[in-house]
């Protein structure tokens, strides 16, 4: 079942240590807004499982990789080519681009379809997109941490390229991919995990037996927030 995350028992191990604990000194811009990061290292299953949960509740899936795809392939973008070598090297960014584009997602969300609920799929990676973050846009409710293995992930993330045939599924992006979530992205999930903001799930078996944590995990933390579909 979901749980408070343990970092002495993460599959990971050589993570580095987080440094302050602070509390975001803003106030939040949209209390009314409850967002939950996804976060978890490449092949995961975040996309996969987000997709599941806006699938059969009234919740906006926002996939920080697909929104910034969308810009980079947009004809005539001027972060088109810095985008696409970003994503090459695992980062994401420009980093204030990704939050207002995240940002006007999340609005045009609660504009057409009266959604409050966000789920952020791969977000934040780092500890400077975190503070960006909730000091521009709104205070994540809590973060939900997708925890396996890099040999499942990486069975996974080779048959995913054999199928969609990505531009970031290489194998050498993906050991890039891996390097960055190990060094950086995990300063993140032991930073929400030092604020008692973060939930755990085992992220290795079937995606119906992960699936069901999350969603219990979801359901107990967002209450009647979460509507089902």
């Given at each position: 079942?979901?749980?408070?995350?343990?970092?002495?028992?993460?599959?990971?191990?050589?993570?580095?240590?987080?440094?302050?604990?602070?509390?975001?000194?803003?106030?939040?811009?949209?209390?009314?807004?409850?967002?939950?990061?996804?976060?978890?290292?490449?092949?995961?299953?975040?996309?996969?499982?987000?997709?599941?949960?806006?699938?059969?509740?009234?919740?906006?899936?926002?996939?920080?990789?697909?929104?910034?795809?969308?810009?980079?392939?947009?004809?005539?973008?001027?972060?088109?080519?810095?985008?696409?070598?970003?994503?090459?090297?695992?980062?994401?960014?420009?980093?204030?681009?990704?939050?207002?584009?995240?940002?006007?997602?999340?609005?045009?969300?609660?504009?057409?379809?009266?959604?409050?609920?966000?789920?952020?799929?791969?977000?934040?990676?780092?500890?400077?997109?975190?503070?960006?973050?909730?000091?521009?846009?709104?205070?994540?409710?809590?973060?939900?941490?997708?925890?396996?293995?890099?040999?499942?992930?990486?069975?996974?993330?080779?048959?995913?390229?054999?199928?969609?045939?990505?531009?970031?599924?290489?194998?050498?992006?993906?050991?890039?991919?891996?390097?960055?979530?190990?060094?950086?992205?995990?300063?993140?999930?032991?930073?929400?995990?030092?604020?008692?903001?973060l939930k755990g799930v085992d992220a290795n078996g079937e995606i119906g037996t992960v699936y069901a944590e999350i969603e219990g995990a979801l359901i107990k933390?967002?209450?009647?927030?979460?509507?089902?579909?």
């Amino acid at each position: 079942m979901a749980r408070d995350w343990d970092s002495s028992d993460h599959s990971q191990g050589d993570c580095m240590s987080i440094g302050s604990s602070e509390s975001i000194a803003s106030d939040p811009v949209d209390s009314d807004f409850s967002i939950v990061f996804v976060l978890g290292g490449p092949g995961a299953g975040k996309g996969t499982q987000c997709a599941n949960i806006a699938r059969d509740f009234y919740v906006k899936h926002l996939s920080v990789g697909d929104v910034l795809r969308t810009e980079r392939d947009t004809p005539g973008s001027a972060y088109g080519e810095i985008i696409a070598r970003n994503m090459e090297e695992g980062r994401i960014g420009p980093m204030n681009l990704t939050v207002e584009l995240l940002k006007n997602a999340m609005e045009a969300a609660r504009q057409n379809d009266g959604l409050k609920v966000f789920l952020i799929d791969g977000f934040p990676r780092k500890m400077d997109q975190l503070y960006l973050f909730e000091s521009t846009v709104s205070r994540a409710t809590f973060a939900l941490f997708l925890d396996s293995s890099e040999d499942v992930r990486l069975q996974r993330l080779q048959q995913r390229a054999m199928i969609e045939n990505r531009r970031d599924d290489t194998a050498d992006t993906i050991q890039k991919r891996f390097h960055t979530f190990n060094d950086t992205c995990m300063v993140v999930v032991k930073h929400m995990y030092g604020q008692r903001r973060l939930k755990g799930v085992d992220a290795n078996g079937e995606i119906g037996t992960v699936y069901a944590e999350i969603e219990g995990a979801l359901i107990k933390s967002l209450g009647e927030r979460l509507e089902r579909r």
